[in-house]
T-cell receptor, first 114, second 114 residues
């Protein structure tokens, strides 16, 4: 069965520090990969996506993610975190064969210290 | 403006009282889905629809019904709500077009069942 693992439930970083949020998936073929962010009381906003091609993808708000096929990973990174980045981050996988379906990880809560 | 709308945004109800949460999209998307979000569990798919009159169960369909009589609307029906259906619900849509794999999410409906 497809699964998405975000190993870190909660991460705390200082403002200005670098950030890496981990995501691993379990699926037979390369799926479509997404990172979403949810600010408190808000809906989901798409940060970035990977379908094919260059394995390093750039997103909004200065985020980037790297797809590593050998590790079945799609980690999210930001070189310098801002206090406004405090939110919950979700990795999602859309297997090609399942079209409309999307599988989410359990989320990583990011706290940013001033 | 392209968007997915949900109504109501907040709802408090009692056990057993039938309710419907509406979802509408104005992007002419074929695929529509319902998710529920619970703390520590991420988003889990309830039902999805690939087009008018075509629906299928997601991962947590028990206690829910859906219908897709029109392309733009995908209501979620709780015939006899129970407290374990207290959750944050999201509707999403995406196009079936080649390369259009991104899902667009509504703002969410927070449901409390007492």
């Amino acid at each position: 069965a497809q699964s998405v693992t975000q190993p870190d439930i909660h991460i705390t970083v200082s403002e200005g520090a670098s950030l890496e949020l981990r995501c691993n998936y379990s699926y037979g073929a390369t799926p479509y990969l997404f990172w979403y962010v949810q600010s408190p009381g808000q809906g989901l906003q798409l940060l970035l996506k990977y379908f094919s091609g260059d394995t390093l993808v750039q997103g909004i708000k200065g985020f980037e993610a790297e797809f590593k096929r050998s590790q079945s990973s799609f980690n999210l990174r930001k070189p310098s975190v801002h206090w406004s980045d405090a939110a919950e981050y979700f990795c999602a996988v859309g297997p090609i064969s399942t079209l409309g379906r999307l599988y989410f990880g359990r989320g990583t809560q990011l706290t940013v210290w001033p | 403006e392209a968007q997915v709308t949900q109504n109501p945004r907040y709802l408090i109800t009692v056990t057993g009282k039938k309710l419907t949460v509406t979802c509408s999209q104005n992007m002419n998307h074929e695929y529509m889905s319902w998710y529920r979000q619970d703390p520590g569990l991420g988003l889990r798919q309830i039902y999805y629809s690939m087009n008018v009159e075509v629906t299928d169960k997601g991962d947590v369909p028990e206690g829910y019904k859906v219908s897709r009589k029109e392309k733009r609307n995908f209501p979620l029906i709780l015939e006899s709500p129970s407290p374990n259906q207290t959750s944050l619900y999201f509707c999403a849509s995406r196009s079936a077009g080649q390369g259009a794999y991104e899902q667009y999410f509504g703002p969410g409906t927070r449901l409390t069942v007492t």
